[in-house]
């Protein structure tokens, strides 16, 4: 009897003190529920966290995008040699800045010698034909030359001229000077700016009518362009005439302000983007062609947008995530996207992810910190 009783009396004891450890378990409540797979929260203590509300607000469309400073086409100009020959002297080299007028570059051309012999036989013949003109009129006011004979005369003076006026003409085209004969051709620069593009080198062949591409390239920097990219699904939100915000990474305390000028009408094929063009001024030259910029437009027509405090946002597994508020002690975690800041620092969000009206977690990193805090604590108690 003794036997049968002990194991009796000790399983009464073990369901005794498994009974009490239950007890004390259930006795503990947590601060917090959470259900991770299906991302809802729910709080026992739910006024400890602050609540913000979801607003619906008139703003500009905000649209971000990449871009490069380009020179204004407009300002720039190719500069080219219309007689062939071979460099004798380089004045000027890639990045230099040159005035209008300045040499860049001296070619020894034949085509400049043929010119200048052709209008020294022009001049010539015009002096030839000058004092036949005049020995003609002599004698036509003394009766001894007939009148045919000297409008003959005075025809074959006027086509000298003619021939004088085209050979100098030539010549100059060619950068020489009818009045300083040489068979050196001067290329000056047409325009002032800097050369942003340099395709000659010393001693190099030049062939007239055929420099492709052309020797200088010569930009007028103090005004520039800033062509970006806009992608296919992004054209509804850019207009002409919208404001634009442009940073460069040279410039991180700088916002260069502009306006959408030009939009292409042509779409890239390889990136399915069209060009945004802005013109900013730049008169310290500080800007400069090929430096990537990035680029904020602000659409002039407002349309409702969702706003919250930019704290409410948890940036988790590259995704944005706010906790919204279902019932008094529930929280979901429901993801958003983003599309935009405001002026007062405010977060803006895309429609359908959440509503106007709707509260969320007003710091939703010491929210979701305190939640794996107490999930951690749970795990723990239940092991105990």
């Known amino acids: ?43 026992q203590q739910p006024d400890s966290f602050k609540l913000a509300a979801i607003e619906s607000r008139s703003l500009p469309t905000i649209l971000t995008t990449s871009g490069t400073v380009s020179p204004d086409v407009n300002r720039t100009i190719h500069v080219t040699s219309l007689g062939s020959g071979r460099v004798v002297e380089l004045n000027a080299r890639l990045g230099d800045q040159v005035h209008k007028g300045q040499t860049l570059l001296s070619i020894a051309s034949s085509d400049l010698g043929s010119a200048n012999s052709d209008y020294q036989k022009a001049r010539a013949d015009e002096e030839l034909s000058r004092k036949a003109l005049d020995r003609a009129q002599l004698l036509y006011s003394h009766g001894a030359l007939a009148e045919k004979d000297l409008q003959v005369a005075q025809d074959t003076e006027d086509k000298a001229k003619v021939d004088l006026q085209t050979t100098a003409q030539h010549v100059r085209i060619l950068g020489g000077d009818p009045d300083h004969p040489a068979s050196v051709i001067q290329l000056r620069a047409p325009v002032s700016g800097v050369i942003v593009e340099q395709n000659v080198a010393g001693a190099e062949g030049i062939k007239s009518l055929d420099n ?25 939100s850019v207009r002409l005439g919208d404001a634009a915000e442009i940073r460069l990474n040279p410039f991180p305390d700088r916002v260069f302000h502009g306006k959408v000028t030009d939009i292409s009408r042509v779409l890239d094929p390889s990136t399915r983007s069209a060009k945004a063009r802005v013109v900013l001024p730049n008169p310290d030259g500080s800007l400069r062609p090929g430096m990537y910029a990035t680029a904020t437009f602000r659409s002039r027509k407002l349309q409702p947008q969702l706003v919250i ?38 977060q803006q969000i895309a429609a359908g992810s959440a509503q106007s009206g709707q509260q969320v977690i007003l710091n939703a990193l010491e929210f979701s910190t305190a939640m794996a805090a107490q999930a951690s604590g749970s795990d723990d108690t239940d092991k105990r």
């Open 309 to 346: 405090p930019s704290t409410t946002i948890m940036r988790l597994q590259d995704k944005d995530w706010l906790f919204v508020k279902e019932t008094a002690q529930r929280f979901r975690q429901v993801e958003v996207h983003t599309t935009g800041r405001t002026e007062d620092g405010s």
């Open 212 to 236: 492709s591409p052309s020797l200088f390239t010569i930009a007028d920097l103090s005004q520039v362009w800033i062509l970006c990219d806009v992608y296919e699904n992004d054209l509804g």
């Open 1 to 43: 009897m003794k036997i049968t009783r002990r194991p009796a009396l000790f399983l009464a004891a073990l369901t005794l003190f498994t009974i009490a450890c239950s007890r004390d378990k259930q006795a503990a409540p947590t601060k917090a529920e959470v259900t991770l797979e299906q991302g809802v929260f729910n709080v």
